[in-house]
């Protein structure tokens, strides 16, 4: 990834996505895991069919219904739990890594949920995913920090991201990140109105909804969070887990 924009490994184009999987579907034995993507078809979609749902979630999902998206949805816990707690509300999942994708569908088979389904994509190509204005609210759990300066680029909690979840946000509706590490949660803040240097640079339409200092211990900025499987590990060794909610004016 660019530091400053997104990366770009495909020129746009009207009638393709920008992100693809390229050999592990054609050829087998390049990834273990993309047979069991088959098996899983019902609720796991590969890069080269989740896009073509882009303007018609609510044919795939067979009703018209909120839309929420979660960012790197790992073990799949918190996905499935969540659409089990919310039936009237449609998931999507987005997981880049293929057996992360696996573990999530066997989740939500487990979970027994149809409102849900987890895409084997990048989170820097949303555009190939989502209409503008389309979804209620945007779930990010423990993106990897990247902690070093050099890593900057390979940041989600980046100013091109947080242009993303405006795009795709209705007005009114959230993001929720929650953290281990706290910079992940000041930057988000900051790059509301600043470049990640500190320069400012103009406003985005966000604002600060909601912030907790440890949802370990204390309320979750937003009513019945559900625990992650990362934020049990951080709970389980005693360190706090940062949360803030930011919402679409
Ligand atoms: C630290 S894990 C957190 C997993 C889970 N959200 C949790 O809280 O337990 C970060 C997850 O994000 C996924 N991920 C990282 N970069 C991604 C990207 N560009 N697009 C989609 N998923 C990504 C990783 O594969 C991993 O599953």
Redesign the pocket.
């Known amino acids: 990834m660019a530091a400053r924009g997104r990366p770009t490994p495909q020129p746009a184009k009207a009638d393709r996505p920008r992100f693809r999987d390229r050999q592990a579907y054609k050829r087998s034995g390049v990834n273990p895991y993309v047979d069991l993507h088959r098996e899983y078809a019902e609720c796991l979609l590969p890069a080269n069919d989740a896009w073509t749902w882009r303007e018609r979630w609510s044919e795939r999902f067979g009703r018209e219904a909120p839309l929420h998206l979660e ?5 799949g816990e ?1 996905l499935a739990e969540l659409a089990s707690r919310h039936p009237d509300t449609d998931f999507i999942g ?4 293929y057996k ?1 994708c696996v573990l999530v569908a066997k989740k939500l088979v487990e979970a027994g949920v149809h409102n849900a389904v987890i895409c084997r ?4 190509f949303l555009d190939d995913l989502l209409e503008p204005g389309s979804l209620d609210a945007v779930y990010v ?4 920090p990247w902690p070093k300066g050099r890593h900057e680029k390979n940041r ?1 909690i980046s100013r091109w991201f947080l242009e993303d979840v405006c795009l795709y946000l209705k007005p009114g509706g959230v993001l929720r990140l929650k953290s281990d590490h706290r910079a992940n949660i000041e930057r988000a803040e900051l790059l509301i109105a600043h470049e990640p240097n500190g320069t400012p640079a103009d406003p985005l339409p966000l604002e600060v909804s909601g912030r907790s200092e440890d949802v370990t211990r204390l309320p979750a900025p937003w009513p019945d969070d559900i625990e ?4 049990s590990k951080f709970r389980k060794r005693g360190l706090p887990v940062y949360a803030i909610e930011l919402r679409r004016t």
């Open positions: 960012i790197g949805s790992g073990n918190f987005v997981e880049i890594r992360r994509y990048h989170a820097a759990n423990h993106p990897d989600l992650t499987n990362y934020q």
